[in-house]
């Protein structure tokens, strides 16, 4: 989840099942070359229970290194990228 003071600069949403998500991108002030991506449903953090009942959130996260490089040399955006990923986790996990 953002922190009261992160940068949320991109938010996509879309429903699963009858619910609404919403993923964001964002940077935090200590730390703003870095993007993370979170998915939430109803302003909570999206929980994942695994079939072993191990239960987590999903998160992501990019440098900007890597959004550089990726965008130099295959011409695509790793943030967008990763937000379709956490998307599509959504749509198989939930």
Do not use: C, W
């Not at 940068?7 to 993007?35: G, L, R, W």
């Not at 991506?37 to 987590?56: E, K, L, M, S, W």
């Amino acid at each position: 989840m953002p922190s009261a003071n992160a940068t949320i600069f991109k938010k996509n949403k879309f429903n699963h099942k009858n619910f609404d998500y919403i993923v964001s991108a964002f940077t935090e002030p200590m730390n703003p070359e870095q993007v993370k991506i979170d998915v939430t449903h109803n302003g909570q953090p999206v929980v994942i229970t695994y079939p072993d009942g191990f239960r987590a959130t999903l998160g992501y996260n990019v440098d900007l290194e890597t959004r550089i490089d990726m965008a130099a040399a295959m011409g695509i955006s790793a943030v967008d990228e990763l937000m379709k990923t956490a998307e599509a986790d959504i749509r198989q996990l939930v």
